[in-house]
């Protein structure tokens, strides 16, 4: 049985490193980093444990209450532990000198997107969408934007995040790809 929730139990973030670790671009053969979509970021476990401590994660298992496996995600980050993240600090610098709407993003309330999953048997049956909702909901009364960045060559993910309402607000260059900035606004539907 399929259920999304908020991570509360240490194997669901051992089970979001499994499925992070299966889909790192660097796993992959180009045709399925193509076609599939890639993860860049390659999180320890103590990095989720402080981004989970701060705000927990989302995720999605599937299989009875004693033996779940974690089959879709979505980590929340922090401004403050992101700040604390190699990967994720260089990201929240550059939102913070972005504006949206005529605001300074430095001076809204905004979570960050730390990574999306899905795990590749779970693909096409609107995951995703589910995923963000939940999110969206357990997030929303705290902050006006859920933001993330996606590389440009990752197609796919860029079609999910725009389908979901993210919007491309920036580009920016790091690790030798060109990535999208993209902005969800939790005021508008």
């Known amino acids: 049985m399929l259920r999304l929730k908020s ?23 180009e045709s399925e980093a193509a076609e599939q979509g890639f993860l860049i970021a390659e999180y320890p476990l103590e990095s989720l444990q402080r981004m989970n401590a701060a705000r927990p994660s989302i995720v999605a298992v599937d299989g009875d209450r004693d033996v779940d496996r974690v089959v ?5 980050t922090t401004r403050e532990v992101g700040l604390t993240d190699p990967f994720l600090a260089d990201l929240i610098r550059q ?22 999953c899905v795990d590749k048997e779970y693909r096409g049956q609107g995951l995703v969408p589910r995923l963000y909702q939940h999110f969206r909901e357990s997030l929303e009364t705290h902050y006006r934007y859920g933001i993330t960045e996606v590389a440009r060559l990752n197609v796919r993910s860029l079609k999910a995040h725009a389908a979901v309402g993210f919007r491309e607000i920036h580009t920016i260059e790091s690790s030798g790809l060109e990535w999208s900035v993209v902005l969800w606004d939790w005021r508008k539907g």
């Open 7 to 29: 991570v509360s139990q240490p194997s669901e973030l051992l089970g979001i490193l499994d499925l992070q670790r299966r889909n790192l671009r660097k796993n992959l053969t």
């Open 72 to 76: 879709g995600y979505v980590i929340a």
């Open 95 to 116: 939102i913070d000198g972005l504006e949206f709407d005529g605001e300074a993003l430095s001076k809204a309330d905004y979570v960050v997107v730390g990574q999306l």
